[in-house]
């Protein structure tokens, strides 16, 4: 059984960014514990010489040509963020000084 | 005339040709309605309340729609306005409808009720003490109740065919790429399916012609290949009843009315046959794996720069999903769900091949019971996961699925049956709901509200 500490819960909820409380640490930790105790039953399937499905319709590597065409304005795609600066996006600081 | 709200798509296509009405009178009724019983039920997150001049449709909340604003249901995006309309948005708008709100549905439809929703939930229009099914829970209730003509929804794991049942409407899932998902705020991108949702198949039928088709937007869309299969009444059609669709874990009068649904249609010309789809209990596991893994990588463009709040807002399930996927894609971890649950995948399909190379379609309920109470699920999320027991086998595989009633329960809740059939597989699939509602009245019952 795949036991979800609240360590682990706590390191994945840095890498996902999501802030998560104490309180919800706590409970995800009791029920992606469960959860993952459930799915552990596809482990029962025998799929030793199976490959793994992720298309289901066929389709391979599906080409256009690369030309330009008209898109977003500058302000459309602006138009929903808090924070701009000269026509660009403003986000946090990434890297330190 | 008065009530125009209440009239199907093909009627009020036909009204419109014969000048007895126009789409506005249409729309300035569907707005009547939504002003009168919304409050109730609660269907609509948005409602765009000037009269137009088209067909009034209902759009789920996860569906670009330019100008209007675009939630998914959820207090992040509580301020999103779209610059550009879904592809599929676009081509109903082209046909001559005009969209009357964005309905509600679980947080980025993340659910099976719209209890996830960061508005509240949609209530059931036959029972307000009851979901009304979900993802695209606003979407069925906002059918049934009459409040708009026709509505669009998306179905990753069941999500149109599920409140399609719970509030006794149509819906089609289609085949995965027939119908762009250009514009839908991504869920799962190797399942999410826009598909229409209305009062009838015929209708369901004629939204989805003008729905589908290749779109450079979407590189998975994919309808060269759709061959029209050869029509019922052109051919001996043979229906297979797959054995764990009427497994022990099923209502008995959810089982007893698709049964007399098959015995009908017997009646009537079809064929049937017991099949057996053996990877069926493996679906509910291996499609919380894939469907969170690929959550966990979609929902990272949620940064609150470019749009929308801070992650932190995000709803309890959203949480829960991307925590859930990020843990089975890490390292160490990754061959055990991931890869595992994709090679079961294969399996899942490999079943409904077989499947079909005995029998034209199958035939089976859309989950195990009617529409339960709100609340009685939300405290426990492996409880809620397994309502998608009968409907994540079509996602997993890629197929078609109709959804339409076939019944009511003791308590007066619509009973609602699904049929699946291959890949591009649609007008037959259609054919055959087609021919189940001309036998029966299901379909136009309506709840008192």
Redesign the interface.
């Known amino acids: 059984m795949?036991k979800?500490t609240k360590q682990?819960?706590d390191h994945?909820?840095g890498?996902?960014?999501?802030?998560?409380t104490d309180i919800?640490v706590e409970k995800?930790s009791t029920?992606?514990t469960?959860?993952?105790d459930?799915?552990?039953?596809?482990?029962s399937?025998d799929?030793g010489n199976?490959?793994?499905?992720?298309?289901?319709?066929g389709?391979k590597n599906?080409f256009?040509e690369d030309a330009v065409k008209e898109s977003?304005t500058q302000k459309?795609?602006l138009?929903?963020?808090?924070?701009s600066y000269m026509g660009l996006?403003?986000?946090?600081q990434v890297l330190e000084k | 005339m008065s009530d125009l709200n209440k009239l199907t798509l093909v009627e009020s296509l036909l009204g419109i040709k014969q000048k007895k009405f126009n789409p506005k009178e249409i729309f300035s009724d569907c707005l009547k309605r939504i002003k009168d019983i919304d409050k109730k039920i609660f269907s609509f997150v948005t409602t765009n309340n000037l009269p137009m001049s088209g067909i009034p449709f209902a759009v789920k909340d996860v569906l670009s729609t330019k100008g209007l604003k675009t939630t998914a249901s959820s207090k992040i995006l509580d301020?999103?306005?779209p610059?550009?309309d879904a592809t599929v948005v676009e081509k109903l708008k082209k046909a001559g409808s005009a969209v009357i709100g964005k309905t509600n549905c679980d947080a980025f439809a993340f659910g099976a009720s719209t209890e996830n929703s960061g508005f509240g939930p949609t209530k059931n229009p036959w029972d307000l003490t009851r979901v009304a099914g979900g993802s695209s829970g606003g979407s069925a209730a906002a059918v049934a109740a009459d409040e708009c003509i026709f509505a669009l929804g998306t179905d990753t794991g069941g999500s149109i065919r599920q409140p399609a049942s719970f509030c006794g409407i149509s819906g089609l899932k289609p085949?995965?790429?027939v119908c762009s998902r250009y514009g839908l705020l991504a869920m799962a991108s190797?399942l999410d399916c826009p598909g229409p949702m209305g009062k009838t198949v015929e209708d369901c039928e004629v939204i989805f012609n003008l729905m589908r088709g290749e779109d450079?937007k979407d590189?998975?869309t994919?309808t060269g290949s759709h061959k029209d299969p050869p029509l019922l009444k052109l051919r001996r059609t043979t229906v297979g009843l797959p054995k764990e669709f009427f497994s022990d874990g099923i209502d008995n009068e959810v089982k007893d009315s698709v049964k007399e649904a098959a015995k009908l249609l017997e009646k009537n010309g079809i064929f049937f046959e017991e099949v057996s789809l053996p990877?069926t209990?493996?679906c509910v596991?291996?499609y919380?794996?894939i469907v969170s893994s690929e959550i966990?990588s979609n929902m990272a463009r949620y940064?609150?720069?470019?749009?929308?709040h801070?992650?932190?807002l995000?709803e309890?399930e959203v949480?829960?999903r991307?925590?859930?996927g990020?843990?089975s894609l890490?390292a160490g971890?990754f061959d055990?769900?991931y890869?595992?649950?994709?090679?079961?995948?294969?399996?899942i399909?490999d079943d409904y091949q077989k499947a079909f190379k005995k029998v034209d379609l199958l035939l089976g309920p859309v989950l195990p019971n009617v529409a339960f109470k709100i609340g009685e699920k939300t405290s426990d999320?492996?409880k809620m996961?397994l309502e998608d027991i009968l409907t994540t086998g079509a996602n997993?595989?890629?197929?078609p699925g109709l959804a339409l009633p076939c019944g009511f329960s003791g308590e007066n809740l619509p009973v609602g049956m699904q049929i699946l059939g291959p890949?591009f597989s649609e007008n037959l699939i259609f054919d055959l709901g087609k021919k189940y509602q001309s036998l029966t009245d299901w379909h136009k019952k309506r709840p008192n509200i």
């Open positions: 795949n979800l682990e819960v994945i909820g890498l996902t960014n999501l802030e998560l919800e995800f029920q992606l469960k959860i993952l459930f799915v552990e039953k596809i482990s399937v799929t199976i490959s793994p499905l992720t298309q289901t319709t389709s599906v256009r977003l459309e795609a138009s929903n963020t808090a924070s996006f403003k986000v946090k | 301020n999103y306005i610059p550009f085949t995965y790429g190797s450079e590189a998975t994919k990877h209990e493996f596991p291996v919380y794996v966990s940064t609150g720069a470019r749009f929308g801070e992650r932190k995000f309890e949480k829960r991307i925590m859930l990020t843990y890490s971890y055990e769900f890869l595992k649950a994709s090679k079961v995948r294969r399996l399909l999320p492996l996961y997993l595989a890629g197929i890949h």
